[in-house]
């Protein structure tokens, strides 16, 4: 049976949507076109997530109505591939026979040979010269690969392996592709994006990456997250308040408030060294947009040890939290040593207290933006409605239309807890 759609399932963090978007470059290349619709299609791809059980819950769903509609089509090929597949999948192959391979984060060979058969001319290629093709103005762009870090309840670094960078000049190359190609803002990506360069043998920085990435004359924005707090350099801080391209915008999961949470989860800083870092962004970068990550119900937390989680939150008054229950994940450090043992409506109550002081402090930080000029890039237009955002990360809905992929001076008229509306002053087209 020739093969020529394909669906593409994806969930997980903005790594796996990069890898979902380089996964369909490959399949364009190859001829076969994307459907939105599973029974249409001739293979099926899921790409997965593991952080928390129930990410893992949505890809078990979908499993189940494809053992169904395997049933009805037996020549359906399907595979599943990202953070769900382990080094060992013997386990997943006895409890979804229905998949015909398994492939690791960015493992996509297999999947192109269960359509294509034996490739030889991929050998490593496939990742350097297949570039996701740009569907707008922005686009993700993995610069590290893997974790070293090992925090106790993750299972990123035992599924996306050690940290690794792609070259320098790959990466310059691949950019330069985009921007000729209508992207005007690139996100850097990695787990811990500071890690990047580490490894390679010039030992670059992501400050030297921003730097080489801000001479293309065509972008007009550079983003980059995660951060960690400790690969964080003065260094590199520098060069992100130095160089104009590069928004003012960080993404810096603290997890935690205590020191005896932190160091139970080896974060590898407490909180008094985390203070000393914000304080050190916002000395160069007064203005920055700062969001972070917060688990809890992490194993032993006590009502004290959440206690200075919302105190923390208070004092450093974040613009957003993203807040997770913990989940144990077979495999890591605190499955394998520590008991899950907060309890499930516990897990619930404090996550509301966070959502509903969050909401009240990022209310009043965009209070603040009310009445302010704000360079918006235009990403997109969702009910006749353009958005874009600030070069702190604020998403802006604007009040009439503007061309995607142009630079907008806004009023900002309206502001929410999670996003402003404003009016166009001004449009600006981009070269
Ligand atoms: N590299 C980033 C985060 C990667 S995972 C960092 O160092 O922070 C994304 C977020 O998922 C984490 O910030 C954490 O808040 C959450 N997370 C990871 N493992 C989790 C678990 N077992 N249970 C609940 N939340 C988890
Ligand atoms: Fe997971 Fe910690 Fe690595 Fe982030 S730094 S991916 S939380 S192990
Ligand atoms: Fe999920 Fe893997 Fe990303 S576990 S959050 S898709 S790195």
């Known amino acids: 049976m020739a093969i020529s759609k394909y669906y593409l399932w994806t969930v997980g963090c903005q790594m796996n949507q990069a890898d979902s978007e380089k996964l369909a470059a490959g399949f364009d290349r190859m001829g076969l076109r994307p459907t939105d619709r599973m029974e249409r299609a001739d293979i099926v791809v899921l790409n997965t997530c593991a952080v928390r059980q129930h990410a893992e819950d949505r890809a078990y769903s979908k499993l189940g109505r494809i053992r169904e509609l395997k049933l009805q089509k037996p020549e359906l090929k399907v595979a599943v591939m990202g953070c769900m597949v382990g080094l060992r999948t013997t386990e997943l192959q006895r409890r979804f026979p229905q998949v015909d391979v398994f492939a690791r984060p960015q493992q996509f060979e297999p999947i192109i040979e269960l359509i294509d058969g034996p490739h030889e001319d991929l050998g490593g290629e496939f990742w350097p010269s297949t570039y996701a ?22 299972i990123v670094p035992y599924r996306r392996g ?4 792609r070259p320098l000049d790959a990466i310059v190359r691949e950019v330069a592709y985009l921007s000729a190609n209508g992207v005007r803002e690139v996100t850097l990506l990695g787990q811990t994006v500071e ?32 951060s960690y707090p400790k690969d964080m350099t003065h260094r590199i801080l520098e060069g992100v308040a130095s160089l104009p391209k590069v928004m003012e915008c960080f993404s810096l999961p603290v997890q935690a408030g205590s020191d005896a949470v932190l160091s139970s989860m080896r974060r590898g800083y407490t909180r008094s060294e985390y203070l000393d870092k914000i304080a050190e962004v916002r000395a160069l970068m007064p203005h920055a947009g700062i969001t972070t990550d917060i688990i809890v119900g992490y194993p032993g937390e006590t009502e004290a040890d959440f206690e200075e989680t919302c105190e923390l ?37 404090r996550l509301h207290r966070i959502e509903e002081l969050e909401a ?4 009043e930080i965009n209070n603040t933006y009310t009445g302010t000029q704000q360079e918006i890039l235009v990403e997109g237009v969702r009910n006749e409605q353009p958005f874009g955002r600030t070069r702190t990360g604020k998403l802006v809905h604007l009040d009439a239309p503007a061309r995607i992929g142009t630079r907008v001076d806004v009023t900002i008229e309206h502001a929410g807890p999670f996003s402003l509306r404003g009016h166009a002053e001004d449009t600006l087209t981009l070269a």
């Open 133 to 154: 093709i740009p569907d707008g103005p922005t686009a993700f762009v993995p610069v590290v690969h893997g974790c070293n870090k090992f925090c106790t309840y993750c």
């Open 162 to 165: 050690r940290e690794k960078s």
């Open 195 to 226: 890690a990047y360069g580490h490894d390679l043998p010039d030992q670059p920085d992501i400050s030297d990456l921003m730097r080489e990435l801000s001479a293309l004359e065509r972008l007009y924005r550079i983003r980059f997250l995660t």
């Open 313 to 349: 939150l208070e004092s450093l008054r974040f613009d957003k939290v993203h807040v997770a229950a913990y989940s144990p994940r077979p495999g890591t450090i605190a499955f394998r040593t520590m008991e899950d043992d907060v309890p499930a409506g516990v897990k619930a109550a």
């Open 360 to 363: 009240r402090i990022s209310q």
